[in-house]
C-alpha cells in the first residue's frame, strides 16, 4: 500500500509551476537526492517553502542557482549570496517569513486551522496587509495557513509504511511540512523494517507519508 | 581582553543556575564560554535543540548537530531534540529566559533593528523576531559604535525587529539598562568616561547614582 | 443477523485500500469486524494513535492502551502513537478519510445533532465535533428510528455537532446521500419498502433511480 | 537543579482557588498518585482543566466526587455521572469544549499565540460568545489560549532532568500541558538515568519541568 518508487517516479510528480516545501535548516535535513533529482529534471517556475536557501551548493540553494524557482518564501536567505542577487535583479519572488511564524503557518496548513495570532511581527514590516487584532490588551499580527503541492522529506529512518524517525537537528520543518502537502515523498537515509522503530518514537506517522524513495546514506 | 571578550564577559554574568538561554550568531556566541563553572545554563539552538554543547574536534563532527549558525556542535547529557514548531512554541512561549542579539540599531525605548538595511544587505529576519518577541530578558552584545558612528539612536532609522522589546544594551564602554522610565547606564568600563560615552551615543540615557564599574 | 451488524457491515463497504477511519464508540464500533480481508483500512483513535487493532484477551490487557471509549485495544504492527495536539490536527487537517458516527437526529441538509438533550443529557461533545467537521466524509451508522420516532428530520431540533457536513446515512432500512440537491435514497433493504421508509422519515427524499438493494 | 520532590513538597505548591491543568484520557495518562495527593489535602474551589472527569472512582473524577472542583473545562463528562449531577445541581461550573479545540488552546497558551482561527463549533453553541473571522470564503471561530497555575503530569519514564518519555496512549493531553502552566510537576512512574531516554525521542525537554515526584509503577 505504501509505496515504494525510483528517483524518476518521483520526479514524475513535479511539475512547472508547482508550491513545494523543503524542510533542512543550512541544509541539515534537507533531502538532498530529492533536490538533486529537482535540478536533473529541470522543472521550472516553482513556488518553493523553506527555512532558508543554505549555500550555492548545498539544499535549496541548487535549485535558486539553477534558476528553477519563480517565488521564495523563506525566513532567511544571507548565507546564499545567489539568492539575494537573483531577487535584486527581480529573477525570484521573496517573501520573507520570520521562522517561528513559518512553523506555525505550515502547521495551521496541516492541522485544519484558519491561522493563528502571533506576537512576532508586530511594529515591524512584517506587519504589512494584515489584520491585527487585540487580545487582552495586547496586539497580535493573524497569520493565515501556508500548504503546498508537494513536501519533499527527508527520514534518518523510514520504514515499509512511510513511518519516519529524524536524528538530531534534521527535524526542524520535516514534522510539520508533511502534514501540510497534497503528496509527501520521504528520501530515507536508511530502510527499516515496521517494528524497528518503536511505534512510540515515530515522529512521522505513516499515514501522511504517501511515497518512499531511497536516498543516499 | 579585546573588546568582544570583554563585553561577552559582561554578558554572561546575567545568566543564574538553570536559565535558559539562546545566543545569537557572532558575538553572542562568544558568551558561552564565560559562564561561572558553579552554575548550569541551557543553551537553546533555535533549529531544534536544548544543552548545547561546545564545537565538536575535527574528526568527531556530526553532519546531522549544527548551531543556529550552521556550524558543528555538540549536545550534553540531559539534551532533548524537536522540530521547529515545538521550538518556536518554547520561544515564542516566553520559555527562554534570555537572548543574546547583536544590533545594526538600537533606541532608548527599546525599539531593535538587527535585521535588513534597505537597499544593502536583506539577509531577512530569521528566527530573531521571534526571539526577541518571546524571550523573557532580551540583551544585547555590541560594540558600541559602527565605524565610529552610534548605533544607540533616539528613534532607530532602519526597519525594526520588534518594538520596546530590548532589556539590556552591554558595550565594551557600559552597560545600559532600558526601563519605562528612560534608559540607564548602570555600570561603565574602568577605561571610559561618562562624557566620552555621551559623545558615542546619540539617545539621551539617565546616568544611574551610584554608577557602577562594569565587571571584566 | 440483527439490524446493527446490518448497519455495520453495509458501513464498512464504503472503505477503500488505504482509507483511514475513525470509528464512533457504540454501534460504530462494530463496523471493524466486516473489513474486505483484501483491503488495509487504518483505524484512528482520537486519543492518540493510528493502527488500531481488535481488543485484547482479557490476559493481555496493557492499562496504557485504549480507544476513545475507554475500553482496552490492541495496536497492529506499523502503529504510531501521538499526542492529543497532532490526533486533532490529523483529524482537522483532512487527514481522516472517513469517520462513522451515531446520532440523536440528523436532518436533510446534513446537519447533525448527537452530543445532548438539554436538560437530560448533558455528556459533552468530546472530539465529535472536531471529526464532523475536519474528516473527509461523514458517515452516520444509526438505527432508522428512536423508539419508533423519526431520527432523520426535516430540520434538527436538538442543538447541533455540526452544520451540514454529514454525507451518508446508513441504517437498517436503506443508505441516503446528503447532496445539493437534497437527500437521495440510494439503497434499500430488502425487507423494506419506499413506503414504509416514507412513514418512518421525516425529511423529505428523492429516491434513486434505478434504486440499489442494500448489499447484505 | 531539577528538584526531585515529596509528595508533600508536591502537595505544599496547591493552594484553593488555583487552576490546574491534568492530563489523561479516562484516566489513562493521569497522574495517579498527585491527584490522590490533591484528594488527601483536600484544597478547595479548584478550577481544572482537563478532556474529561473520567469515573467517579478514576482520576479527575475523584476530584469532582470530593467536591474539591468549582470550575470544570472539559470537553466529555458523560463517564462520571456525578458530574453531571453537581453541574445540574450548581456545585460545579462546568464549560465544555470540542476535544480538538481544547488541546489546541492549551498549545496556544504554551507557544506564546493569542489564539487561532478553527472551523470546529461553526453553527453551533460553541460559538455562542465568540468573534467569527471569514478567511478564504470560510466561517472560523476564534479560539483563545488557556494556561495554569499549575500542571501536574505523568511520565511512563522521566529522568533526572526532567526529560520526558510517554508510553502509548497515555500521552494525550500531557505533552501540551508541560508547557502552558506556571508549575510543571511531574509524577514518574518509572525514574531513570540521564540518557536512557534518547535525546532525540524525549517527548517532554526537561526545561518544561519544574518538579518531579515519584509515584506507583
Same mark, same amino acid.
Given at each position: 500500500?505504501?509505496?515504494?518508487?525510483?528517483?524518476?517516479?518521483?520526479?514524475?510528480?513535479?511539475?512547472?509551476?508547482?508550491?513545494?516545501?523543503? $524542510?533542512?535548516?543550512?541544509?541539515?535535513?534537507?533531502?538532498?537526492?530529492?533536490?538533486? *533529482?529537482?535540478?536533473?529534471?529541470?522543472?521550472? &517556475?516553482?513556488?518553493?517553502?523553506?527555512?532558508?536557501?543554505?549555500?550555492?551548493?548545498?539544499?535549496?540553494?541548487?535549485?535558486?542557482?539553477? *534558476?528553477?524557482?519563480?517565488?521564495?518564501?523563506?525566513?532567511?536567505?544571507?548565507?546564499?549570496?545567489?539568492?539575494? +542577487?537573483?531577487?535584486?535583479?527581480?529573477?525570484?519572488?521573496?517573501?520573507?517569513?520570520?521562522?517561528?511564524?513559518?512553523?506555525?503557518? !505550515?502547521?495551521?496548513?496541516?492541522?485544519?486551522?484558519?491561522?493563528?495570532?502571533?506576537?512576532?511581527?508586530?511594529?515591524?514590516?512584517?506587519?504589512?496587509?494584515?489584520?491585527?487584532?487585540?487580545?487582552?490588551?495586547?496586539?497580535?499580527?493573524?497569520?493565515?495557513?501556508?500548504? =503546498?503541492?508537494?513536501?519533499?522529506? %527527508?527520514?534518518?529512518?523510514?520504514?515499509?509504511?512511510?513511518?519516519?524517525?529524524?536524528?538530531?537537528?534534521?527535524?526542524?520543518?520535516?514534522?510539520?511540512?508533511?502534514?501540510? =502537502?497534497?503528496?509527501?515523498?520521504?528520501?530515507?537515509?536508511?530502510?527499516?523494517?515496521?517494528?524497528?522503530?518503536?511505534?512510540?518514537?515515530?515522529?512521522?506517522?505513516?499515514?501522511?507519508? &504517501?511515497?518512499?524513495?531511497?536516498?543516499?546514506? | 581582553?579585546? !573588546?568582544?571578550?570583554?563585553?561577552?564577559? %559582561?554578558?554572561?554574568?546575567?545568566?543564574?543556575?538553570?536559565?535558559?538561554?539562546?545566543? *545569537?550568531?557572532?558575538?553572542?556566541?562568544?558568551?558561552?564560554?564565560? !559562564?561561572?563553572?558553579?552554575?548550569?545554563?541551557?543553551?537553546?539552538?533555535?533549529?531544534?535543540?536544548?544543552?548545547?554543547?561546545?564545537?565538536?574536534?575535527?574528526?568527531?563532527? &556530526?553532519?546531522?548537530?549544527?548551531?543556529?549558525?550552521?556550524?558543528? /556542535?555538540?549536545?550534553?547529557?540531559?539534551?532533548?531534540?524537536?522540530?521547529?514548531?515545538?521550538?518556536?512554541?518554547?520561544? %515564542?512561549?516566553?520559555?527562554?529566559?534570555?537572548?543574546?542579539?547583536?544590533?545594526?540599531?538600537?533606541?532608548?525605548?527599546?525599539?531593535?533593528?538587527?535585521?535588513?538595511?534597505?537597499?544593502?544587505? /536583506? $539577509?531577512?529576519?530569521?528566527?530573531?523576531?521571534?526571539? /526577541?518577541?518571546?524571550?523573557?530578558?532580551?540583551?544585547?552584545?555590541?560594540?558600541?559604535?559602527?565605524?565610529? +558612528? $552610534?548605533?544607540?539612536?533616539?528613534?532607530?532609522?532602519?526597519?525594526?525587529?520588534?518594538?520596546?522589546?530590548?532589556?539590556?544594551?552591554?558595550?565594551?564602554?557600559?552597560?545600559?539598562?532600558?526601563?519605562?522610565?528612560?534608559? !540607564?547606564?548602570?555600570?561603565?568600563?574602568?577605561?571610559?568616561?561618562?562624557?566620552?560615552?555621551?559623545?558615542?551615543?546619540?539617545?539621551?540615557?539617565?546616568?544611574?547614582? $551610584?554608577?557602577?564599574?562594569?565587571?571584566?
Amino acid at each position: 500500500m505504501k509505496k515504494f518508487i525510483s528517483m524518476d517516479e518521483a520526479m514524475d510528480m513535479l511539475h512547472d509551476g508547482m508550491t513545494v516545501m523543503i $524542510p533542512g535548516f543550512m541544509g541539515v535535513g534537507t533531502p538532498e537526492a530529492l533536490v538533486d *533529482g529537482i535540478v536533473k529534471k529541470g522543472v521550472k &517556475d516553482l513556488h518553493i517553502i523553506c527555512t532558508d536557501t543554505a549555500r550555492p551548493n548545498i539544499g535549496i540553494g541548487k535549485l535558486i542557482v539553477n *534558476g528553477q524557482v519563480k517565488k521564495l518564501f523563506a525566513s532567511h536567505i544571507g548565507t546564499n549570496p545567489e539568492t539575494g +542577487r537573483m531577487m535584486n535583479e527581480g529573477l525570484v519572488d521573496v517573501t520573507l517569513i520570520p521562522q517561528g511564524t513559518l512553523a506555525e503557518r !505550515i502547521r495551521a496548513g496541516g492541522a485544519g486551522l484558519g491561522g493563528f495570532l502571533t506576537p512576532t511581527g508586530v511594529g515591524t514590516v512584517v506587519e504589512e496587509g494584515k489584520q491585527k487584532l487585540v487580545v487582552d490588551g495586547k496586539d497580535y499580527l493573524l497569520e493565515l495557513p501556508l500548504t =503546498a503541492d508537494v513536501a519533499l522529506i %527527508r527520514g534518518s529512518k523510514v520504514d515499509r509504511k512511510g513511518n519516519i524517525w529524524y536524528n538530531a537537528a534534521t527535524r526542524n520543518f520535516n514534522t510539520i511540512m508533511a502534514t501540510a =502537502a497534497k503528496t509527501v515523498i520521504v528520501e530515507a537515509i536508511e530502510l527499516v523494517e515496521v517494528g524497528e522503530i518503536d511505534p512510540n518514537n515515530v515522529m512521522t506517522p505513516g499515514i501522511f507519508v &504517501d511515497y518512499v524513495v531511497k536516498g543516499d546514506a | 581582553m579585546d !573588546i568582544r571578550e570583554r563585553i561577552a564577559k %559582561r554578558v554572561a554574568k546575567e545568566f543564574k543556575d538553570g536559565d535558559i538561554v539562546n545566543l *545569537g550568531i557572532g558575538l553572542p556566541t562568544l558568551v558561552a564560554n564565560y !559562564i561561572e563553572d558553579d552554575i548550569e545554563v541551557i543553551f537553546q539552538s533555535e533549529n531544534g535543540f536544548v544543552k548545547m554543547g561546545p564545537a565538536p574536534s575535527t574528526d568527531a563532527v &556530526d553532519p546531522d548537530i549544527v548551531n543556529a549558525g550552521g556550524l558543528p /556542535v555538540t549536545v550534553l547529557p540531559g539534551a532533548a531534540f524537536f522540530d521547529s514548531a515545538v521550538s518556536f512554541g518554547i520561544i %515564542r512561549g516566553g520559555h527562554v529566559d534570555a537572548t543574546v542579539l547583536g544590533a545594526l540599531q538600537v533606541d532608548e525605548v527599546g525599539n531593535l533593528a538587527n535585521w535588513m538595511i534597505p537597499g544593502k544587505m /536583506v $539577509p531577512g529576519m530569521g528566527g530573531a523576531m521571534d526571539l /526577541v518577541v518571546g524571550a523573557k530578558k532580551v540583551i544585547l552584545a555590541m560594540e558600541h559604535t559602527a565605524k565610529g +558612528r $552610534p548605533k544607540i539612536l533616539r528613534e532607530c532609522t532602519l526597519p525594526l525587529t520588534a518594538k520596546k522589546e530590548v532589556n539590556l544594551i552591554v558595550t565594551e564602554m557600559g552597560v545600559f539598562e532600558i526601563t519605562p522610565g528612560g534608559m !540607564i547606564l548602570r555600570e561603565i568600563a574602568p577605561d571610559a568616561t561618562v562624557e566620552q560615552i555621551k559623545a558615542v551615543t546619540e539617545a539621551d540615557f539617565i546616568v544611574a547614582d $551610584p554608577l557602577k564599574m562594569m565587571e571584566e
